[in-house]
């Protein structure tokens, strides 16, 4: 009589059965993601990166056709918080394409625009008409739309991600190799889009920043369209005097001055973003930099520039923030490093959090949307009507 045993399962066609549905488990979500709108699809990719702790900003929607055809445009003052705040998804992410109201209308939603190279040559086309034909604030004496970033290496990495969504038009720049931490002036001028571009560094508020700044208010043949400073983090350092009461009496000799440009053409102030502390750092230069000392000079700056009426964006405040904590998450033996800093006309640093000074482009770029929201959406009627697919 034979004895019938149970055959046990070959262990390869085991294996194989569990790498079957695991194979196709990976083609329909894959599929999933596919058949997802756009938005949705973004989105989804955005969140899974925010839990891997690279991105923090959902810079899409589920609902993009609900926001172009019911929300309005923003706006107005959108770098000033006080007027418009990024609006908070559920946790701790931040949707940035939306923005909302907390003066008019109160509660009230608008929907921040996506600026391409394309786009922004419609936007300084436009300003360019509007400036010259005094339909606006007076600015930019001579033929070309003037935008100055006037400060330290914070205002020039700001600096480097406004110039890298512009087209290279014929563009001319100087000088022509730029270094990695660049201590000088960059000048870029266009003459197909009418456009002058530059970076002056000033880490200081001194003689030559004070003089420079009355220059403009009283000379309309100098004077820019667009003055966009700060200075802050170098008058910490004890090679500079590292002295509190010193930098605010410098400010208040440059505030007067600065005011009576504000009158006559743009100017905003940066304020400063908090630094990627780390107690590790016992013996580094963020013993004297640190988010504590900027948030105590962001506060000073305030009081100050508001006697004159100098805007302050701060409305790209949670950005920043949500950059330092994104770097929190990262164990620091894995943060990708990068061989030096930031360059004109390439990528720059997608983040960096080794770089505990300068925060990084995945928070910059959207910051510099921002940015681009505010000086073109006025225009944003005619700069449709010239790009009715962007």
Known sequence: MKNHLCKLPDVRSVLLAVFKMIFICFLLTLLFIYTLDDGARRKFTTLFLFREGLVFINTSTTSSDYYESELPVCRGNLLDQREYRYVR??????????????????????????????????CFDHLHYFVHNKTEISGSGDSKLHFVFLGDSRIRHQFYNFVRLIPDFGSQVWPIEIPPAFHGDIEITSDIMRLGLSFQWRPLINETVIETIRQWATHENERPYFV??????????????????????????????????????????????????????INDINTVIFSEKIHSYNRAIRQILEKENIPIWDSSNPLGEEYVRACATLKRDEIFNSNGRPCLFKDVTYYDCDDYIHTGYSALSQATQLLFNDICNSHVNSINQSNTKI
């Open 228 to 281: 966009f400073l700060g200075m802050a983090v170098h008058h910490m350092m004890k090679e500079n005097g590292g002295n509190f009461k010193s930098y605010q009496e410098n400010l208040m000799q440059l505030a007067p001055i600065l005011g009576q440009l504000a009158n006559v053409t743009r100017v905003v102030w940066l304020n400063q973003y908090p630094s990627v502390d780390s107690n590790a750092w």
């Open 89 to 122: 998804e559920t946790g701790n992410s931040y949707d940035a394409n939306r923005l909302m109201h907390s003066i008019i209308n109160k509660g009230s939603a608008c929907r921040l625009l996506h600026y391409t190279p394309q786009r922004l040559v419609s």
